[in-house]
Every structure is written in structure tokens, then in C-alpha cells.
């Protein structure tokens, strides 16, 4: 199974078997993911407020789908705040570097 488009590995969530095509290479990371949604679909059928596997699977693609959204935002928010700061120190240094220029 050499070719470029992986293999099967079998996954399971919520107690059902999945076969998914995956890379070869990345069996450890596709089983990651999947006991992680495994463990958020638990999580969201054991609260008790939805029922059955389709909408337990819509509701935790939903909640994922949220958190990885504003984790974004928040990651884009502190990268414009590094920028702004290294902005301001450019701009302190050039006015630095402007004013000894003068001065000579």
C-alpha cells in the first residue's frame, strides 16, 4: 500500500466502525482525532439535551466548529497586537536614528 493515496484504517465512534482513507504516515494522528471526537460526541450524548447520532454528531461539529473559530480570532488578535508593537519599535527606532542623523 505504497501508493499516494494511503489506506483504510478503521476508526471507531461511538461504538460504530468507520473505514477512512489516510495517508500513510498519519495512522497516529487519524486515531487521535478520532478518539477526540469519540470522547466531545460522549460528552455532548451524556449531557442528555440531544438524542440520537446524527444530531450528537451535528451538535459536536458545531461546538468544534466554534471553538476553532474563535481560537482563530484570538490567535489573529494577538498576532495584530505583535505587530502593532513591532511597529511602534520601528518607528521609535527610525525617529531615533532620524534625530542623531540631524544632529550630525
Known sequence: MSNDRGHKVAIRIMDK???VGCP???EDELLTSAD????????IRDAGKVLGLERVAVM???????????SKAEHQ????ERI???????????AIT??????E
Open 17 to 19: 466502525e468507520y473505514l
Open 24 to 26: 500513510e504516515g498519519a
Open 36 to 43: 477526540f471526537l469519540d470522547k466531545k460526541m460522549r460528552e
Open 60 to 70: 459536536t461539529a458545531l461546538n468544534l466548529s466554534h471553538e476553532l473559530l474563535k
Open 77 to 80: 488578535e494577538k498576532f495584530d
Open 84 to 94: 502593532q508593537k513591532l511597529n511602534k519599535k520601528i518607528d521609535s527606532s527610525l
Open 98 to 103: 532620524e534625530k542623531t542623523d540631524l544632529n
